[in-house]
């Protein structure tokens, strides 16, 4: 597991690996028992599935520019409060 050690994981993980598996298995066993014409309504949306796949595509790419944006700024910030605080403690 890439140098880890798997009691390094802990519950946490675990915890998350069994809410994936069963959510997979109660989805498979949902979409077996839905009626065909939901199934059928399901596979016609595929192009507007790959849309929507395209806008959050987007979306996270606008949301890394932006906090890409910030780091910047909160760097810029962090520097101007060390100075400021340098200046106030050789005042006193």
């Known amino acids: 597991m890439n140098g880890v050690d798997r009691k390094a994981l802990g519950w946490p993980a675990a915890a998350t690996l069994i809410a994936a598996m069963i ?11 839905s009626p065909s014409e ?17 806008e959050v595509e987007a979306r996270l790419e606008a949301l890394e520019v932006s906090s890409r944006q910030m780091r910047t700024e909160l760097r810029g910030d962090i520097k101007d409060l060390r100075t400021l605080l340098q200046q106030l403690l050789q005042k006193n």
């Open 38 to 54: 939901q199934r059928s309504h399901a596979n016609g949306g595929r192009y507007a599935t790959s849309r929507e796949i395209g």
């Open 23 to 33: 959510g997979a298995a109660v989805t498979t066993f949902a979409l077996a028992i």
